[in-house]
């Protein structure tokens, strides 16, 4: 069954770097999504993308984040200054249609130190 | 403001038996409604979902009710099993297609 990958697994990075966080779609996907999970909390969307354009962005979803499809096949999550409360799980999603059933990748944890 | 809810954090049960997870919402405009399990180590995994013109959807092993006079979902799950363990998240659309989920509640299968 097709899957939704995420790299890496878990990245740790010090207060103040940019990290990107990388998600594979499933291939005939169109729509693509992330959202965050501090631990113990709830999923929260971060932002939904399609036809290489923003669809929707929550409030957390501020200028040091940002989201692009570079090469046609990667979805990535960049955020520039990262800070300690950045720390969670990101999960990129997608779906095939713009419709309710979005298919999770892995995740990965993000630790800022 | 609006959000969604679980009664309770945690669920212990023991193999065999019938699991009900709760979940409260308060957004009136709420059309859309949609279970997930979540495996440690792994990302939301959709379960069933149930649309705000339906009381109840059944599923393989798995029944939604929803009761918009109060507001509240539960997700039953029949012969829970090992497996089953995991923590589970309701949650709501209300005319976006993006999910706001709930808190989660950890179900622990006792074999």
């Known amino acids: 069954e097709p899957e939704v990958t995420q790299t890496p697994s878990h990245q740790v990075t010090q207060m103040g770097q940019e990290v990107i966080l990388r998600c594979v779609p499933i291939?005939?996907?169109?729509?693509f999504y992330w959202y965050r999970q501090i631990l113990g909390q709830k999923v929260e969307f971060l932002v939904s993308?399609?036809?290489?354009?923003?669809?929707?962005k929550s409030e957390i979803f501020d200028d040091q984040f940002s989201v692009e499809r570079p090469d046609g096949s990667n979805f990535t999550l960049k955020i520039r200054s990262t800070k300690l409360e950045d720390s969670a799980m990101y999960f990129c999603?997608?779906?095939?249609?713009?419709?309710?059933?979005?298919?999770f990748g892995p995740g990965t944890r993000l630790t800022v130190l | 403001g609006e959000s969604v809810g679980l009664h309770l954090p945690t669920l212990s049960v023991q193999e065999g038996d019938n699991s009900i997870i709760n979940c409260a919402y308060s957004n009136s405009a709420s059309d859309y409604f949609i279970w997930y399990k979540q495996e440690s180590g792994k990302g939301p995994q959709f379960i069933i979902d149930i649309r705000s013109n339906m009381d109840k959807r059944q599923g393989q092993r798995v029944t939604v009710l929803l009761n918009k006079t109060v507001k509240h979902l539960s997700l039953q799950i029949a012969a829970t099993q090992p497996g089953d363990s995991a923590v589970y998240f309701c949650a709501e659309t209300g005319g976006s297609y993006i999910p706001t989920f709930g808190r989660g509640t950890s179900l622990i299968v006792h074999p």
């Open positions: 291939s005939n996907h169109l729509y």
């Open positions: 993308f399609y036809n290489n354009e923003i669809s929707e």
């Open positions: 999603a997608t779906t095939a249609q713009r419709d309710y059933t979005q298919y």
